[in-house]
């Protein structure tokens, strides 16, 4: 997991975000606000780590993981926490990218966050030894691939795709972005954006934020269920 897309048009940012799971994992929780530290935070929740994939908060921050680094990494039996609950750990902060500059990523497995915190984006990688932190410009168009389950290559060939889709949308909106993440190469069940390799691992939901200034609209699709919830709210 995961296929995360950013996109800045109309004056709106949106973050779109696939989850690849295996089909043997509990099925995640229906999104809802839940209490941490003290904040409201708004996610779909991982019943079996705790934590969650894509988060955001009261305050319109939104913090996406992506699974692996830069490289393919060899996984360790146990870590000392999983990567859901460090997402839920930064966001609780009041500032969550001066968080990631002093937490203890000491025994937690790489992974990728996509963080969006008070209109400034940003990749931030640890790939077990070092972390990497990288701002990234808001008038630009992103997409990444876990590297976990997309070798470079493929990458490179959904960025392709990514890049193709906005030519045709020079204004694109929300829902573009959401079929695009839904149906783009449907019949490649292998590398499309909704995959299912063999029963093994399948593509289980479709997150997405819209921030509009200060409206921020939520919509998640479970695609397993063949369930969509969506909310909004106004940011403080």
């Known amino acids: 997991m995961c296929t995360v897309s950013f996109v800045y ?15 043997i994992r509990p099925a995640a929780l229906q999104p809802k606000y839940y209490a941490v530290q003290q904040k409201s935070v708004w996610y779909p929740k991982d019943p079996q780590g705790g934590g969650t994939w894509f988060a955001v908060d009261t305050h319109s921050t939104v ?5 692996g680094a830069i490289a393919q990494h060899k996984t360790k039996p146990s870590y000392r926490k999983s990567r859901g609950l460090i997402l839920l750990e930064l966001i609780s902060n ?3 990218i001066q968080a990631w500059e002093a937490i203890d990523l000491e025994d937690i497995e790489p ?17 077990g030894t ?17 590297v976990t389950l ?3 290559p493929i990458q490179k060939q959904r960025e392709a795709w990514f890049s193709a889709f906005l030519d045709t949308q020079p204004e694109v909106d929300a829902h573009e972005l959401f079929h695009f993440h839904r149906y783009t190469e449907a019949s490649n069940t292998t590398n499309g954006l909704v995959i299912n ?11 997405q934020a819209v921030i509009d200034q200060n409206k921020i609209t939520l919509k998640y699709a479970d695609l397993i269920a063949a369930h969509e919830y969506a909310h909004n709210f106004i940011a403080i």
């Open 150 to 152: 997309y070798p470079p």
């Open 63 to 67: 913090i996406v993981l992506l699974n």
């Open 111 to 127: 992974f990728t966050l996509v963080l969006l915190q008070h209109h400034y984006l940003y990749q931030l990688q640890w790939d």
């Open 9 to 23: 048009t109309q004056g709106k940012m949106i973050i779109t975000s696939n989850r690849d799971e295996k089909v």
């Open 197 to 207: 390799r063999e029963e093994q691992y399948k593509t289980v939901s479709i997150t």
């Open 130 to 146: 070092f972390k990497i932190t990288t701002p990234l410009d808001t008038s630009q168009a992103y997409i990444w691939s876990s």
């Open 94 to 96: 009041e500032s969550p």
